[in-house]
């Protein structure tokens, strides 16, 4: 769910339900006005859940920030084209940059001051994470791995055997596509896979 649509009200339906309101977080004009909505909601409604991008240079501050209102974070890489000044332009120093303010949030679920969730299908970087978990002292269960629905199956599977909490996220409702090209702009170097599988297994009339 989108900032601009957030609200108590449908935080409220979501902790009726048992379920978990998202935030999704846009291009960083919006990463202000989105940290206050969250914080004031998340106050009244424990059960909201904010997305972080790893990219932005000011993520590491934002972080620190939040641990006032024990957050729930889905930390992502990020997707937005934005200037050098506000994100890294280079891909291994995102994925320094995600392992670091994931390294930051295991610390503090270690407290308790954090539930972190990490959204990546960057294998090699969810390892790392995991290890780091360990050693930490953040047990299983005191955080989760998402991914898509489709994507790196296999790992899902194994992570699962590992002992792992890993969450599959899949498109719905009339707005999917929409959605789904979303996401397909965040790994948009190898989409072939999972279009072919979606193509498959998911036709869009079975989206409805």
């Not at 202000?32 to 059960?47: F, I, Q, S, W």
């Not at 303010?101 to 295991?106: D, E, F, K, S, W």
């Amino acid at each position: 769910m989108a900032a601009s649509v957030a609200s108590p009200a449908s935080s409220a339906a979501a902790a009726a339900c048992g379920s978990i309101l998202w935030i999704d977080m846009e291009d960083s004009s919006y990463v202000d006005r989105t940290l206050a909505l969250y914080e004031n909601v998340k106050r009244a409604y424990p059960n909201c859940g904010l997305a972080i991008q790893a990219y932005l240079l000011r993520t590491p501050q934002d972080i620190e920030r939040l641990m006032a209102v024990q957050p729930i974070v889905r930390l992502v890489k990020g997707a937005y084209a934005e200037p050098a000044h506000i994100a890294f332009p280079v891909k291994a120093d995102t994925d320094r940059a995600y392992y670091e303010v994931a390294v930051t949030m295991l610390q503090q679920a270690a407290k308790g001051n954090c539930f972190p969730i990490f959204g990546t299908h960057d294998i090699p970087l969810v390892d790392r994470i995991v290890a780091a978990a360990k050693e930490i002292g953040v047990a299983d269960g005191k955080y989760e791995i998402h991914m898509l629905y489709g994507i790196r199956d296999a790992d899902q599977a194994r992570l699962v055997r590992d002992g792992r909490t890993v969450k599959t996220l899949i498109s719905y409702g009339s707005s999917w596509y929409k959605w789904y090209m979303r996401r397909l702009a965040e790994r948009p170097r190898s989409p072939r896979p999972y279009l072919r599988q979606d193509a498959q297994e998911l036709h869009p009339h079975q989206r409805r």
